[in-house]
Structure formats: C-alpha cells, structure tokens
C-alpha cells in the first residue's frame, strides 16, 4: 500500500469509534522509506501504538565505515534514537487530543551506549521503532491530527534524523570512534595487567542520586597518581594516559566525601560505552566485573557459601544453603559465590553497602569469640586466595578498616578528589602496627559449585495468560505472578535491560533449562542466540524498548527469583 491509502483509510474512519483505527494496520510506502503500523492501541489512554520506519541504507547514504563492525554497527544505531529523539521532540506536535494522542516517542537510552532494539540494521535496511499515540477526543477518532502525526510529523522527523546529508559528520563520527575506542581499550586490560582504566581528565561524579549525566559545575577532574600511570592507545583517539588498576587486591581510602564511592560507581559502569560527554567515556573496566553488595531479605536457593561461612548453629548446611530471608553476611556471601558462579573475574566491594561482619574480624573479637564459634570466614582472609587460586581480583572501598592493608596489593588514596598511591605507606604502617590478627583463611579459597536450576520453578502465567512478563521500571521484574526485586543489582542501568531480562528468563526455560548443565551454560547459550540473530528473537512481534544487558544480571534475576528451585 502507499501514502495515500493510508490517507484514505484514515479519512474514512474520522470521527468514529476508536475501534476504527484497527484499520490502519500494515505497510505503506512513504517515498524514500516504508512506514509500518505493526499494534493499534485499544484506546487513547492505552500504551501507545508500535510503528517502525524502514528504508534502505544506501538511500540514507551513511558511509559504510560508520556501521561495518558490531561495536560502530551499535553505536550508529544508538546515535540514531538519540538524533530521532531530538527531532520528535522538534517536530512531533505532541498534544493532538486526549490522553497520549499525538504522542511519538523512542526509546534512546542515557548514558550508556548499547544494543537496543529502538534502531536496527537488519541486512540492508535501517528500521527505526518508536510508539505513536493515535489521537481521538474521548473515543472518537480525530482524523485530520492524525493526518497531521503521519504525513507531517513523522515525515520532518526522518528527514531531520535518518538523511546522512542533515547530520554533522563530525559529531557522528566521534560518537562511532568513542565506542569503539572503549572497546578497543577494554581489550588491552589484560594485556597489562589490569582490571580497569581510569583516563586524566574525566569527570566522575554525577549530577544527582538520580540523575546519571555528569555534575555541572565544581567537578575536580580525574588526574591519577604517577606510580599507577599507564598509557593506552585506542585506535581512534591514540594515545591516552590515566590511572590503571592492576589485577590482584586494589584498596581505595580515605576521609569520607574525598570521593572513594564516586571513583567506584565509575569502574562498576565502565563495564559499558558511554556517550561522548559524559566524562566517563574513557573509563573502562573489564566486562566481568560484578558490583557486591549485601542484600539482606534476599531469597537464597542451595549456593555454596561453605567458603565464607561454615558450622552454622544446629549444624544448618552451607554447602546447599537456602534462605528466604537472607542476612547481610548470608547474603554478600551468596551474591560473590553466584558472581563467581557466572564467571566474574572482578568483584566490586564498598563498605557503605557491605555487612561489616563478613568483611572484618579483628584481633579483639578473635580473642572474645573462638574460630570455633563464628561460622563466618571474614573476607579479609579470603581475599587472597580468591585471587591465587580463582585468578580474581577485587576492587574494595575500605575507609576504616586498616586489616586490609595485609592483603592489598595496591592501596589508592582519595584526597579532596584527587588518588594518591599509598602502597608503600600502607605496608610500612602494617608493619609497625601488626594487626595481630590470626589469618581464618584455611587453604585455599574453597569450591565454586555450578548449580542446574529446575523447571518447577519458572511459571510464567498469570490469570487467563500462559505467559505474562512485565518490567516495572528499572528494578522490578513481573514474571507471571512472581515478582523479582533488582534493586541491588547496581549494574543494571536501563529499564529496558530489565525488560530484556524478563523476556530472556522465559527465552531460557524454554529453550535451555533443560538443555543445558549449569545456569552459566544456559545463560551462555541464550547470549549466543541473541548475538546471532538479535533481541528480537525473544518475541515473536517486533518491539524497540529491548536493551542488551549483561548475562551476569540476568542470572543475578533468576537467582533471586522467589519461586526458584535447583537440583
Ligand atoms: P566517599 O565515598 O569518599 O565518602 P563520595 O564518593 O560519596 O565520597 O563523594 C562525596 C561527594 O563528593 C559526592 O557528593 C560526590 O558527588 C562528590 N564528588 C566526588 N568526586 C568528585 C569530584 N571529582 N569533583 C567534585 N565532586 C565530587
Ligand atoms: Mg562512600
């Protein structure tokens, strides 16, 4: 069909009952792209309908070089939501009637540059999915608006944001580059020895507790310490210097608010690209590095936490343990074993957000409560042999406990903002004062036990649906009846991330429960389907509100689903 029956169809079906607009479903030829009305909404007040615009890339004429690798492919992508965003906000008239009426939106993200479903190169065609609320006045159909949705908003904010010619090749260019160069940097950590890279010049505080864009004004920008500098050379930019953290045990200090939680939040996102201007887009941490926190209230199904804590009272097993009301200590025990579980190679610890049992045990309260009697094996003195004999190393914030100093390997400094390296003093001053504490490690750090969850435990129907999964924002997932709590999962940063995962937990139970002999298998093979033939194998309807999260996060849903079972 064309533009103008579309035209037509819209004309007849002016001012009848909403119920009309069912009509308009289906593909019309727009000239130089192909408008397609995939979902009518119910009525004005209703999620907003689905519709995709599709053309061919040549006729967009973006140099091939922009889209020609996974990493440029993504960030052409997420550069064109952003662009298509700031045209509706241009062009869409927005208000057209009751409710959402004339409403356009896109799914554009934040900071963060990843894989979404709002904009896909499919072969040779560039597809961009955005939600349009049809206008009505109560239930009646106001037709000459939607006209106006269609044939002039619409039209002006493609034009404006998919027409290689209307958009500044620089700025494009760079923000293709800048992606890639944090991937390319990524990359190099290992290589040198390090889990994470800190460029000179960033700007690491946030504007808000709840505003992810950097802070305004009065930002100190980021300039490491001498000992720690390291010089990368991403292929865009060259060569970059900055702070580079060694693999091993890593300590960052300090008075409170001289910026250790800050430095922190950074490395935990620098598991993702950022935007260009963000201040972090040089910040790059390898990909598995797992935020740890405690949770208490958690539930907990049969991990092995026998590392941490063993000899609980009345002999309660931790080689299996299961809780549905999880201590601070059971709980950050539980959320390492299940990183470790999934592969992590890095783990993230700060103290505001850790149970001060579980990281310290010193010599006072050795001496009052036996070995004998404290089931929990306090980090400090596993630490170290997470490192030798699992290869992992750990990031920690730690500004009052000087037992720690023993086990690092580096120790950071922040003062007033600023890193110092203070290896060197920290060793010297654990000499002078020993902490005279006995090491409760054992040998060895202790078993990693895969667990293989079971079928019992996924239901996703509820009322009259066999399958009925919802997002809550960012931090809840609705599977069937169950309902996941995200909110200490610190990683997630999308709310279509969370999306994703309700959708990605259902992809599991049904194609890999099964098939698969431990949770990290099932979780890897779902990612490889999902590489191979995009989000959108995980419905069977095209949506763009998908964000690709890590797989980490989305075992870290499964392992806190209430109803889980594993054998
Ligand atoms: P700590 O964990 O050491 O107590 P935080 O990291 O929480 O400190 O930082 C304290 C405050 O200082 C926060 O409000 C943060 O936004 C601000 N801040 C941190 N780093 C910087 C910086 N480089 N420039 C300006 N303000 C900063
Ligand atoms: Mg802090």
Known sequence: MTSEDLKRTINRIDGRGYKAYKDIKGQYAFGPYTLIIDHVQGDPFAAPSRVRVRLPLDKTEFPR???????????????????????????????????????????????????????????????????????????????????????????????????????????????????????????LLKDKG????????????????????????????????????????????????????????????????????????????????????????????????????????RRIEKVNISPFITNLPFGKDTVRFSSDDASGSTSQATNIMEALEMGARVLLIDEDTSATNFMVRDARMQELVAKAKEPITPFVDKVRPLCADAGVSTILVMGGAGDYFDVADTVIMMDSYRPHCVTEQAREIAQKHASCRADEGGDGFGEVTPRRPLRGGFNPSRGKREVKIDAKGLKTILYGTTAIDLSYLEQLVDRSQTRAIGLMIHYYAEHYLEQSTSLKEGMELVMRDIEERGLDCLLPYTVGDLTMPRPCEVAGAINRMRTLQVK
């Open 65 to 187: 070089d922009l889209w020609s690798n996974r990493v440029r492919r993504i960030a052409l992508c997420d550069y064109l939501a952003r662009r298509f965003h700031g045209a509706i906000r241009r062009w869409a008239k927005g208000n057209r009637g009751m409710g959402k009426s004339g409403l356009v939106a896109i799914d554009r993200g934040e900071q963060e540059i990843l894989e979404r479903t709002a904009v896909v190169i499919d072969r040779e065609d560039l597809e961009v999915r955005f939600v349009v609320g049809l206008p009505a006045a109560g239930r009646t159909i106001l037709g000459k608006e939607a006209l106006g949705v269609f044939f002039e908003d619409i039209p002006r904010i493609v034009e404006e944001s998919l027409v290689y010619r209307r958009i500044d090749p620089q700025e494009i260019g760079q923000h293709v580059a800048v992606a890639e160069d944090q991937d390319a940097m990524r990359g």
């Open 194 to 297: 390090l889990v994470a890279f800190v460029a000179d010049g960033s700007i690491l505080p946030r504007s808000s507790g709840v505003d992810e864009r950097p802070l305004g004004s009065g930002a100190v920008p980021f300039q490491g310490p001498p000992e720690l500098e390291v010089e990368l050379e991403p292929p865009h930019r060259g060569s970059i210097r900055g702070m580079g953290i060694p693999q091993g045990v890593t300590l960052i200090v300090g008075g409170g608010f001289h910026g250790k939680s800050t430095l922190l939040d950074a490395v935990e996102r620098g598991v993702y690209n950022h935007v260009p201007g963000d201040g972090r887009e040089y910040v790059v941490t390898d990909g598995a590095a797992v935020k740890i926190r405690a949770e208490d209230g």
